[in-house]
């Protein structure tokens, strides 16, 4: 177990509404970052937060925004869902000092778009 | 664009068989290669490789990376039931904000 804790683990939303996802990060980690897993795919980088501000990004619309907090958690944003938006959301901690790479993931949020 | 490619997708094999998974890729300012192992949800760190030549091992799974030939194997020997799950393959690449990117995953099937 990694430490890094997600919420909710399921949810169902419809196109167009917007939805939050959560996450707290393993304890000495300062970086998150955000990877969409559509079924059958491997994860896809979405955005990254270091020091409260977005570092990093993926090929992700705007409609996809986050937020990280002062204790290192983390929240992802997505408006205007669409139904390809359907995946596992996961989160991942790391420490920025590190330069390895190496991320520690959460058990993931699977989002279902109807 | 940054690729990883990972083969075979799907693999059933029988119990203490022994495996081998590829990875291959093209990035730009390659930094490290990684292994994942996932079950169910949350992918399990296995290996970080950034020199050619030099074996990872941990018990019965070992990786070496060729950054000549740019590519990775993934060996599991004497394979049981529970090494059944997706093993990912992914690079760190770019600058240090940049994020991993991941292969589509090699299934594999260990039956008893």
């Known amino acids: 177990e990694t430490g890094v804790t997600q919420s909710p683990t399921h949810l169902i939303k419809t196109r167009g509404q917007q939805v939050t996802l959560r996450c707290s990060s393993q304890s000495g980690h300062n970086t998150v970052s955000w990877y969409q897993q559509a079924l059958g795919q491997g994860p896809q980088f979405i955005f990254q937060y270091y020091r409260e501000e977005e570092n990093g990004r993926g090929n992700f619309p705007p409609r996809f925004s986050g937020l990280q907090f002062p204790n290192y958690s983390s929240e992802l944003n997505v408006n205007a869902l669409e139904l390809d938006d359907s995946a596992l959301y996961l989160c991942a901690s790391s420490l920025w000092t590190s330069g390895t790479g190496e991320l520690f993931f959460g058990e993931g949020s699977r989002l279902t778009v109807l | 664009e940054d690729k990883v490619v990972q083969s075979p997708l799907s693999l059933v094999v029988h119990e203490g068989d022994t495996v081998t998974l590829n990875c291959s890729y093209e990035?730009?300012?390659?930094?490290?290669l990684l292994w994942y192992k996932q079950e169910k949800k949350a992918p399990t760190f296995l290996f970080m490789l950034?020199?050619?030549?030099i074996e990872k091992k941990s018990g019965r799974l070992s990786s070496i990376l060729d950054k000549k030939e740019l590519f990775s194997i993934l060996n599991i020997t004497a394979t049981q039931t529970g090494d059944s799950a997706v093993y990912l393959c992914?690079?760190?690449?770019?600058?240090?904000?940049?994020?991993?990117?991941f292969g589509k995953g090699t299934h594999l099937i260990i039956q008893p």
């Open positions: 992914a690079v760190h690449a770019g600058g240090g904000a940049d994020g991993l990117t």
């Open positions: 950034t020199s050619s030549g």
């Open positions: 990035v730009t300012n390659f930094r490290s």
